[in-house]
């Protein structure tokens, strides 16, 4: 297996809660992986620990093969790992379109960050960043609010803005923190398209945190769950919903 992220025992402690402990997580290229597990489990901890927004106490995490542990998150974005947050963190007084053209271009769009400097080019580079932020808004079905200030959107709304901000760059590896979570059901299947159109056109790579059941069986192969900071059980949703382990630690006190 080529394993585009490569996680490796790593141990994770805020002063005395150890919350992620000896974790190994391998995300196959190309893949959609799913990140599911209980509250408080580590799965959002453990993306701040890949995409560089926290440092881990000992452990690796490698990126296509590079050891990029405790790398910064500028760094790694322009790599092309990226993330969403569990809270979305727009811009709230610019427009959803601006949002997406705030977006720094990464990897082969660096071209395009040299024509600032530039002038004369400046306008056609605008106009470049503004061209794609419309196909963008347009293919997270946002075209009709692209002119409303990003804090009047809906939180179903502001999921797929994060989304699209993924978008705006040449995106490798992408970590999606609760996109679906106030999501309606209609946004929410445009939600699941456009990340399998990501997947299959663009060859993106997805882990997915969530904890909507439908959508993970919708997108995810395999599943990893997450209890307590470590890796209870990885494998198809078939196998995830049919593991005893995974129904009582999710279903335990139901049954
Ligand atoms: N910065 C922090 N300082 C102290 N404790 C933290 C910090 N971040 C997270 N924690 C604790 O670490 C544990 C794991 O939190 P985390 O947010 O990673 O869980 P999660 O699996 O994402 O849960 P949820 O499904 O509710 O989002 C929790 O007990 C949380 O309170
Ligand atoms: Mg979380």
Request: with cysteine; aromatic share 6%.
């Amino acid at each position: 297996m080529a394993a585009i992220i490569d996680v490796q025992h790593v141990n994770k402690a805020f002063g005395g809660l150890k919350v992620i402990n000896d974790c190994s997580i391998q995300v196959e290229k190309g893949s959609i992986t799913g990140l599911i597990g209980p509250n408080g489990a580590g799965k959002s901890t453990l993306f701040n620990i890949i995409a560089g927004a926290l440092p881990l106490d000992s452990g690796r995490v490698l990126l296509d093969g590079d050891d990029i542990t405790n790398q910064p998150a500028n760094a790694l974005f322009h790599r092309g790992l990226l993330r969403t947050f569990q809270i979305a963190h727009e811009f709230s007084h610019m427009t959803a379109l601006e949002n997406l053209m705030m977006v720094p271009p990464a990897q082969s769009g660096e071209n395009l960050f040299a024509a600032w400097f530039t002038p004369g080019l400046v306008r056609s580079e605008e106009t470049e960043v503004r061209r794609r932020a419309l196909e963008v808004i347009d293919f997270i079905g946002l075209h009709h609010v692209r002119n409303e200030l990003a804090g009047n959107l809906s939180g179903g709304q502001k999921k797929l803005l994060e989304l699209g901000r993924t978008m705006m760059t040449d995106a490798r590896v992408v970590l999606l923190d609760e996109i679906a979570a106030g999501v309606n059901r209609t946004l929410l299947g445009d939600l699941v398209t456009n990340i399998e159109r990501l997947n299959r056109e663009l060859g993106y790579t997805f882990l997915v945190i969530e904890h909507d059941m439908d959508m993970i069986a919708r997108l995810c192969d395999p599943v990893i769950v997450l209890a307590q900071g470590s890796v209870m059980v990885e494998g198809s949703i078939a196998e995830i919903q049919n593991n005893p382990e995974v129904i009582e630690a999710y279903f335990g006190a139901a049954s």
